[in-house]
């Protein structure tokens, strides 16, 4: 299985596969709420399918790929109040993409992933005060890519993705004792290359995708009672009318981010790339669509928040093989008029 085949996980796309640089959207931008600002680059090489994790107010980007041959180890910190980007530590690890990510109030977590050869399930912690990675306890999930992961109460999670089948399984991390447990499996569809975003120390499982398809089922997990709830889905799924529009939420390798207690998805693909950008209420437990993405279309891309502030930034022009990739980096102003010349 090359690598293309294996990041779009055997999808039959080939019917929608193209090369889309700008908005997929039919909609004016300039009759929905929201603008996109570009910010100064990324401070490393071009990159694709690199992850992201905040500790404070400071972001950290790691490994991706910059050719479909070519594997990174470096790690980048952004300092928000500075706003410039400094090369740290490289990670020690075989290089690879589509690992995952999450940090703890002082530590960033770092760990499974691939390089088109083999998958890989070892688990990293990087120390930014020391500037210093140390291995950890292996993910007991095994080898995979595509896993989702998040930090609440003290405690990490990481699952679904993709190894040798498509997962629905979480795993608990404890970073005091440095041990793995079995946890409380996400409901609902098994998927890889989902995303997450935490609301009200609550975490929302989006999007993704499985040998079926592109995943719908919206899921919330409560760390306190450790139990999913289903949230409605994001598709049009009900005769109700307040889905009717919910055509272009559904895809995988997107991006999330939260801005004052709502929920942000933005880039992405579903065959072809996809600009759309919505926003989820958890009070509500509806999408509303923003203005889509205006960057350049891409799928692969690292997005954050700090201080209410949400970035997307990276990423890779193509559904298919190709040699673009992005150092670009947007902040999203959700109630801002649209202007298409920021």
């Given amino acids: 299985m090359n690598d293309r085949t294996k990041l779009l996980m055997g999808l039959s796309l080939s019917l929608f596969s193209l090369f889309c640089f700008f908005s997929c959207s039919d909609d004016s931008d300039s009759d929905l709420v929201g603008n996109w600002i570009k910010r100064s680059d990324f401070g490393g ?3 694709g399918f690199a992850s992201s994790f905040v500790i404070g107010r400071k972001a950290y980007v790691v490994g991706g790929y910059t050719s479909k041959k070519r594997r990174l180890n470096d790690i980048w910190e952004y300092n928000i109040d500075q706003g410039y980007w400094t090369q740290k530590a490289d990670f020690p690890g075989t290089a690879r993409n589509a690992a995952f990510a999450f940090a703890s109030e002082d530590k960033g977590y770092y760990g499974t992933g691939t390089d088109a050869t083999n998958n890989y399930g070892d688990f990293w912690e990087f120390d930014p005060d020391n500037n210093q990675w140390t291995q950890k306890a292996d993910f007991p999930g095994g080898a995979r890519y595509g896993v989702t992961a998040f930090y609440l109460n003290g405690i990490g999670y990481a699952g679904t993705g993709l190894g040798t089948n498509y997962y ?4 608990k991390y404890d970073p005091a004792t440095d041990t793995w447990e079995t946890g409380v499996s996400i409901q609902g569809s098994k998927r890889a290359n989902a995303t997450n975003f935490i609301i009200d120390n609550k975490a929302y499982v989006v999007g993704g995708g499985n040998s079926s398809g592109y995943v719908t089922d919206f899921w919330m997990f409560d760390p306190d009672t450790q139990t999913w709830e289903e949230k409605a889905q994001i598709g049009d799924k009900t005769d109700d009318d307040f889905d009717d529009d919910y055509t272009t939420i559904t895809r995988l390798n997107t991006v999330s981010f939260v801005i004052n ?3 942000y998805l933005a880039t992405g693909e579903t065959g072809s790339l996809n ?9 509500t437990d509806r999408w509303t669509e ?4 205006e960057g350049t279309a891409r799928t692969g891309a690292v997005g954050f928040s700090i201080d209410n502030r949400g970035f997307v930034l990276t990423g890779v022009g193509s559904t298919s093989s190709t040699d673009l990739y992005f ?3 947007w902040e999203f102003k959700p109630r801002d008029e649209y202007n298409e010349y920021d």
Wanted: hydrophobic fraction near 30%.
């Fill in 45 to 47: 090489p071009i990159r």
């Fill in 168 to 171: 629905m399984d979480f795993y």
């Fill in 261 to 263: 207690g709502l929920g």
């Fill in 275 to 283: 600009s759309y950008t919505w926003e989820y209420n958890p009070v």
């Fill in 290 to 293: 923003r203005t889509s993405f």
């Fill in 327 to 329: 150092d670009d980096m």
